[in-house]
């Protein structure tokens, strides 16, 4: 009975202050966000569509949805090639020193192409139907150490843009 007591009195204490604010009304002359939530902007649209040209134009197959990065933005391609399945991630800039950061939360709390990061991105594509034997290539070539893991760099200043092979700690 005492903790309902005190239940029922943090209640009508809180509920006069949270009435206020449920209450308040919100001006028809407020702004909108200038980038809504899911729409990318531009740069965003640019690298994605150089990434999936220049993934198509070296055979990779790019494989539906976004990864991580900047502007939740970073694709991935797949590609069988001399027995070996690459897995391509970009399109990464890089910074004004020519430096290459890989997105440290992404997927969840996992550094990506780090073994955790490979895992969710492998569940993930599990749940879609049109996506599962993506998720099988990787997961399989992950299993038999024949996977490896690329960035598409793209240089800003010079616009060159390169494969960067990834090894990451076990």
């Not at 209640?11 to 209450?23: D, E, H, R």
């Not at 990434?51 to 391609?77: C, K, M, P, T, W």
């Not at 997105?103 to 139907?129: H, N, T």
């Not at 598409?152 to 494969?163: I, N, P, S």
């Amino acid at each position: 009975m005492h903790s309902a007591f005190k239940i029922l009195l943090f209640a009508s204490f809180i509920a006069p202050a949270l009435a206020g604010a449920a209450t308040s009304e919100i001006s028809p002359q407020t702004e909108k966000p200038a980038l809504a939530m899911n729409a990318y902007s531009e740069e965003a649209r640019i690298r994605s569509s150089l990434f999936e040209s220049i993934a198509h134009r070296y055979g990779f197959s790019v494989i539906e949805g976004r990864f991580g990065g900047e502007y939740n933005n970073d694709q991935l391609a797949l590609k069988e090639q001399n027995g070996r399945t690459l897995l391509l991630l970009g399109l990464k800039a890089t910074g004004p020193k020519g430096d290459l950061q890989l997105d440290q939360m992404s997927m969840g709390p996992f550094l990506q192409f780090s073994s955790e990061w490979l895992s969710a991105v492998i569940q993930s594509l599990k749940l879609s139907r049109s996506q599962y034997a993506n998720a099988a290539a990787i997961e399989q070539a992950r299993n038999s150490k024949s996977l490896d893991l690329v960035v598409l760099l793209f240089t800003k200043g010079t616009e060159d843009v390169k494969f960067l092979g990834i090894t990451t700690p076990e």
